[in-house]
C-alpha cells in the first residue's frame, strides 16, 4: 500500500483523441473522455499515483470494454478496473470516487438506499437466480448501486447470494 493513493478521480471533459487528453491528465485521478463518434476510452491518470495512464477502453466492437455511466457530471465504471502489468492497481469506480480492492472485496462503504432496494426486490426470482447486472439495465442503475444494495438485503435475510465465481448472482429468499 503507498500512501499517493487517492481516493477521487478529477473529470477534465471530453475530447476526441488520445492526443487532446494528454495536457489534461497531469496529476493522480485526472480523468478525460475520448469520444469520437462514440464513446471511446477514459483516460484517467493513475490514482495508485504511479504517474502512467490508464487507457480503459469503452469501445465494444476494439475488444473487452468497460461501461461508463455517466450521471450529474459523476462517472462510475463498471466492472472493477484492475491493470494487470506495472503497478496491479484494482479499484472501482463509483459516483467519481475511489474504492481500493483489496482483501474486504464485500463492503467498500455503507451504502444504503431503501428506495432503490424496494425496486430492485420485485426483479429478484424466488426460484432463480439473477445477475444484478441484468436488474441495473433493466432500471437505468448503476450497477453498483444495485450491487451494494442487494448485498444489504442479503444481510437482512431477504436474498441469497451464490459464492465463488458465480457471485453476483442474487435469489429471493421470502
Ligand atoms: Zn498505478
Known amino acids: 500500500m503507498n500512501?499517493?493513493?487517492v481516493t477521487q478521480i478529477s473529470p477534465n471533459g471530453t475530447v476526441t483523441t488520445r492526443d487532446d487528453a494528454r495536457p489534461l491528465t497531469v496529476a493522480a485521478g485526472d480523468a478525460v473522455i475520448?469520444?469520437?463518434g462514440c464513446l471511446r476510452s477514459l483516460i484517467v491518470r493513475c490514482p495508485c499515483g504511479c504517474g502512467d495512464d490508464l487507457v480503459i477502453n469503452l469501445?465494444?466492437?476494439?475488444?473487452?470494454?468497460?461501461?461508463?455511466?455517466?450521471?450529474?457530471?459523476?462517472?462510475?465504471?463498471?466492472p472493477s478496473y484492475w491493470r494487470d502489468s506495472a503497478c496491479e492497481c484494482h479499484f472501482i469506480l463509483w459516483k467519481n470516487r475511489i474504492y481500493w480492492c483489496g482483501y474486504y472485496d464485500n463492503d467498500y462503504n455503507d451504502y444504503s438506499n431503501p428506495a432503490l432496494e424496494a425496486g430492485i426486490l420485485p426483479h429478484v426470482p424466488k426460484d432463480d437466480f439473477v445477475d444484478y447486472?441484468?436488474?441495473?439495465?433493466?432500471?437505468?442503475?448503476?450497477?453498483?448501486d444495485v450491487l451494494w444494495c442487494c448485498r444489504n438485503m442479503v444481510n437482512r435475510g431477504l436474498l441469497s447470494e451464490k459464492?465463488?465465481?458465480?457471485?453476483?448472482?442474487?435469489?429471493?429468499?421470502s
Open 163 to 173: 459464492a465463488g465465481k458465480e457471485r453476483g448472482l442474487f435469489s429471493r429468499i
Open 34 to 36: 475520448v469520444e469520437r
Open 133 to 144: 447486472h441484468v436488474i441495473a439495465e433493466t432500471l437505468d442503475e448503476i450497477p453498483w
Open 59 to 78: 469501445d465494444r466492437r476494439t475488444g473487452p470494454a468497460w461501461r461508463l455511466y455517466s450521471r450529474k457530471s459523476k462517472l462510475s465504471l463498471s
Open 3 to 5: 500512501d499517493r493513493r
